[in-house]
Each structure stands twice: as structure tokens, then as C-alpha cells.
T-cell receptor
Framework: NAGVTQTPKFQVLKTGQSMTLQCAQD?????MSWYRQDPGMGLRLIHY???????DQGEVPNGYNVSRSTTEDFPLRLLSAAPSQTSVYFC???????????FGSGTQLSVL | GQQVMQIPQYQHVQEGEDFTTYCNSS?????IQWYKQRPGGHPVFLIQ?????EVKKQKRLTFQFGEAKKNSSLHITATQTTDVGTYFC?????????FGKGTRLSVIA
């Protein structure tokens, strides 16, 4: 099992560009989520999904879109990148929302 | 909304000293989870506590869940350099998992 796979590992964008962060898991987990991590701010939930076709907003959803067309994949889209979105992004999955999270290795995003 | 406070933000200890981080929730939790993140790495699950007053041990690590299910602690006995990292608590209530801001542990050999 690969676990949770995130791509890319690093990305530099210019303000206003759009991009998609990819996340895939091969553990047949129903629950998937995206977090951003900023210095001194811990992990803040952006969006989450309790199963294919179902998504919901977390604590900091503005500027991000998600979709969950399959159980395995949960991409995060930045619609128009802003410097405030410079952060490390983690995708995480679990069997269900009550269980422990498995994290991907993260994407370090810089928006200039 | 639900908030999870964690203190201290930083802790520097000499190798062999003990370390404790504390976590408090604004609401009653159904469970609390603890994660460790090594520098440059991703969070890794350590343990989950579910019952009121629960105490669990993993070698030198002791985890407690408060009687009111609103607070928790992680205690490390005789720290080692391998304990370096940031320790996060994460509370689960009616909302998805909410993480504390973490305690960054430095161990001086």
C-alpha cells in the first residue's frame, strides 16, 4: 500500500494563477480531508469529504474548491492564487471521521 | 465553533528531563487524538483516547483524557533526542477533527 499520495511536493505560483493539488489514497478510506499548516497556527481544516460525491467546508475554505468523484481521489483546487495561500498543504484520510488520520507527505506552496 | 487550546507553544528540555503538553477544548469531546510531527515531516498518529478519565501508556509516553472529556495531556518521561518534534492534540466533537496549535519540543543532548 502506498497510503496517501500527494503531488506535487513543491509548487511556486504567481498571484492569480490556478492549480490543483492532487491527493490519492489506496486504503479504501471513506473520509478524506485537506489541511493547511502555517507557522504557529497548527493544522487548519480547509475541506473534507465523508464519501464519494459528498464534500463540506472546514474552518478556512475560502479560495479553495474540492470534489470527490471517486473514493480514492480528493483534489484541492486553488481558483486564483493569493500570497495568503502560501502554506504547507496536507491531505489526510481515515476509515471514517471518528478514526485516526493518515497524512500525505505534504505540498509546500509559495505564491508570489 | 469548537476550539482546542494547547500549551506550551514551545518547550526546550535537557535530555533525560520530563516533558508535558496540555490540551483544552471549549466543548466536550467524543474522543481526542495525539499526533507527532518530526521537523520537515507530516503528522503521524500516536494514540486515541475515548473514555472519560482514560490513561494510556506507550513506553515513555503517558496520555490522559480528563474526567469531563474536555482536556488531555501527554507526558514524556526521560526525554531522548528522538522525541524532538511537534506534538499536536486533536479533538473530535460534533465537528470534524480540530487540531491544537501544537507544542514544539526541543531536546538538548
Amino acid at each position: 500500500n502506498a497510503g496517501v499520495t500527494q503531488t506535487p511536493k513543491f509548487q511556486v505560483l504567481k498571484t492569480g494563477q490556478s492549480m490543483t493539488l492532487q491527493c490519492a489514497q489506496d486504503m479504501n478510506h471513506e473520509y478524506m480531508s485537506w489541511y493547511r499548516q502555517d507557522p504557529g497556527m497548527g493544522l487548519r481544516l480547509i475541506h473534507y469529504s465523508v464519501g464519494a460525491g459528498i464534500t463540506d467546508q472546514g474552518e478556512v475554505p475560502n479560495g479553495y474548491n474540492v470534489s470527490r468523484s471517486t473514493t480514492e481521489d480528493f483534489p484541492l483546487r486553488l481558483l486564483s492564487a493569493a500570497p495568503s495561500q502560501t502554506s504547507v498543504y496536507f491531505c489526510a484520510s481515515s476509515y471514517d471521521r471518528l478514526e485516526k488520520l493518515f497524512f500525505g507527505s505534504g505540498t509546500q506552496l509559495s505564491v508570489l | 465553533g469548537q476550539q482546542v487550546m494547547q500549551i506550551p507553544q514551545y518547550q526546550h528540555v535537557q535530555e533525560g528531563e520530563d516533558f508535558t503538553t496540555y490540551c483544552n477544548s471549549s466543548t466536550t469531546l467524543s474522543n481526542i487524538q495525539w499526533y507527532k510531527q518530526r521537523p520537515g515531516g507530516h503528522p503521524v498518529f500516536l494514540i486515541q483516547l475515548v473514555k472519560s478519565g482514560e490513561v494510556k501508556k506507550q513506553k515513555r509516553l503517558t496520555f490522559q483524557f480528563g474526567e469531563a472529556k474536555k482536556n488531555s495531556s501527554l507526558h514524556i518521561t526521560a526525554t531522548q533526542t528522538t522525541d524532538v518534534g511537534t506534538y499536536f492534540c486533536a479533538g473530535l466533537g460534533n465537528t470534524p477533527l480540530v487540531f491544537g496549535k501544537g507544542t514544539r519540543l526541543s531536546v538538548i543532548a
